[in-house]
């Protein structure tokens, strides 16, 4: 585990395994990238060095909350990766997660040899249906912590995963991602984010990957943002929101797919 400060925050991040850097950035909730990436890692580790940074709003990271942008959280991201990685690398950003890398990727190319985008969004402002759920979650969390996260494990996975892990497992799922002010700061973020001004600036070769059944951030904005970034890559696996969840191992070998596909040969 590691800290870096950076512009008032104190960022935290985890690196593990060994082998050329993969950078996974976590998506909304304040228990950052142990909730999102914990399960996954270990598919990774045995040839990739896996860096998960803790954004700001998560509880591993101290800052002075302000307000989150895209430029603030990218800017926390590359102060990880100049800090604990030799060089450019594989960057990838699930959700909330993919609005930042994506917006790393167009600051800095010269930081992402890859980047993969899964279940993102460009913008929200011109979606009533991403709008509006949004600022449900936004009540939601202010008045009725149950129902938040009744609400977030509703729409973050499809019904027949939901029907398939049965009654006790999705209450269980209930409490993982509680309305503290971190994820409401998160939350309020992606009401607010717009990178479409960002897209063409995207040099690395991109992956976008989309979920069918995405009830949370609807399939059509991965395939908006697939359009918008030249050159790139598409593909879709057949799930809810937390893709890498329902279909780890379809996830995982996407995303091991490309990045080995777009590797530099050996000299």
Do not use: C
């Amino acid at each position: 585990m590691a800290t870096i400060a950076v512009d008032g925050a104190q960022v935290h991040y985890a690196k593990t395994g060994s082998g050329p850097a993969l950078v996974l950035v976590h998506g909304t909730g304040s228990a950052g990238a142990a909730l999102n990436w914990g399960q996954i890692t270990p598919r990774f580790t045995a040839h990739r060095t896996v860096i998960a940074p803790d954004l700001s709003g998560t509880e591993a990271t101290v800052d002075d909350g302000r307000v989150l942008t895209a430029e603030g959280l990218a800017a926390q991201v590359i102060a990880v990766i100049e800090d604990a990685a030799d060089g450019p690398v594989d960057l990838l950003g699930f959700s909330m997660g993919a609005t930042v890398a994506a917006t790393v990727a167009a600051l800095r190319p010269d930081l992402v040899r890859r980047l993969i985008l899964a279940a993102g969004w460009a913008h929200t402002d011109s979606d009533e249906y991403l709008r509006s759920l949004f600022t449900l979650w936004q009540d939601l969390g202010t008045s009725d912590p149950v129902s938040f996260g009744r609400a977030v494990a509703m729409t973050g996975f499809s019904r027949g995963f939901l029907n398939a892990i049965g009654r006790d497992q999705f209450e269980a799922l209930i409490p993982n991602m509680p309305p503290t002010e971190g994820t409401l700061r998160h939350v309020a973020y992606d009401l607010r984010v717009d990178i479409r001004h960002l897209l063409p600036r995207i040099q690395a070769p991109t992956l976008v990957l989309g979920a069918t059944q995405d009830i949370t951030v609807p399939v059509e904005h991965s395939r908006v943002l697939h359009t918008a970034i030249a050159g790139s890559s598409y593909a879709e696996i057949d799930a809810g929101h937390v893709m890498l969840f329902e279909q780890e191992d379809s996830f995982v070998k996407l995303v091991t797919n490309f990045v080995e596909l777009h590797a530099t040969p050996a000299t």
